[in-house]
């Protein structure tokens, strides 16, 4: 994303990249999750029947700061 700018410095291109979930039986990269987290009997997070979405992350080269989008349906 070259023309694309940095929402804390204004610097002008971004690197895409994502976001790593390396966690047990995990698809190895992060999603978002449309609602409130709500958790079962053994207290592990509710999952079934919501709409889950890819995250894509932009740093800035510049200052680091990280930019999240969830535009892409999974």
């Avoid at 971004?14 to 698809?27: T, V």
């Avoid at 978002?32 to 709500?38: A, D, M, V, Y």
Wanted: net charge neutral; aromatic share 12%.
């Amino acid at each position: 994303m070259e023309n694309m700018r940095c929402t804390y410095c204004e610097h002008v291109g971004l690197e895409p990249g994502f976001i790593e979930d390396n966690g047990q039986y995990s698809p190895g990269h992060a999603l978002w999750i449309s609602g409130f987290i709500e958790r079962g009997a053994f207290g592990g997070v509710k999952r079934m029947g919501k709409q889950r979405w890819q995250i894509d992350a932009f740093r800035c080269p510049h200052c680091g700061h990280l930019a999240l989008f969830a535009i892409q349906p999974v």
